[in-house]
T-cell receptor
């Protein structure tokens, strides 16, 4: 059963530190999404890529967040500098349209 | 862009009862409607989906209905069990293959 792999599963860091989250999409999936989930906001779309090209990152705070896909097997989401309000679960998902999304297990980020 | 409204935000039922979660969408071009279940501390997982060329789809105790004219779709769970307790998300997707998610429904099934 193919899975989207996210690392790390948990991250605790201090305010101001850089955070990097990684995602390995399912082999053959050409669309990758980054979502942020908090109790109040449901699933918030931050950015997505198709064939490694960024299509939309309007959901991200541009001054501190950046998303890249250096190759077909790796997507990264960076926060620099991190703030307490960034504490959330960050999900990566991949898809091979028109098939549905598959989510990774998420990275739970706590910024103190 | 697409807007998906999901109701209720919380649903509490007794074991054995039925549960219904409703979603409306705004973009008439949307043609694919998946439902995801997220158990506590876990990832959302697809449980059922429907495309716009059908009005209803069933899979054991769960079913989804779609009314394209009214632009709404619903998830029906019959004979609910405690393991059905989770957050359920609906989504609508069109030709861009980018789903727009509802805000989620927390379903609580009391034994």
């Amino acid at each position: 059963d193919a899975r989207v792999t996210q690392t790390p599963r948990h991250k605790v860091t201090e305010m101001g530190q850089e955070v990097t989250m990684r995602c390995q999409p399912i082999l053959g999936h050409n669309t990758v999404f980054w979502y942020r989930q908090t109790m109040m906001q449901g699933l918030e779309l931050l950015a997505y890529f198709r064939n490694r090209a960024p299509l939309d990152d309007s959901g991200m705070p541009k001054d501190r967040f950046s998303a890249e896909m250096p190759d077909a097997t790796l997507a990264t989401l960076k926060i620099q500098p991190s703030e307490p309000r960034d504490s959330a679960v960050y999900f990566c998902a991949s898809a091979a349209p028109p098939q549905p999304l598959h989510f990774g297990n998420g990275t739970r980020l706590t910024v103190t | 862009g697409e807007n998906v409204e999901q109701h209720p935000s919380t649903l509490s039922v007794q074991e054995g009862d039925s549960a219904v979660i409703k979603c409306t969408y705004s973009d008439s071009a949307s043609n694919y409607f998946p439902w995801y279940k997220q158990e506590l501390g876990k990832r959302p997982q697809l449980i059922i989906d429907i495309r716009s060329n059908v009005g209803e789809k069933k899979d054991q105790r769960i079913a989804v209905t779609l009314n394209k004219t009214a632009k709404h779709f619903s998830l029906h769970i019959t004979e609910t069990q405690p393991e059905d307790s989770a957050v359920y998300f609906c989504a609508a997707e069109g030709g861009s293959y980018i789903p727009t998610f509802g805000r989620g429904t927390s379903l609580i099934v009391h034994p």
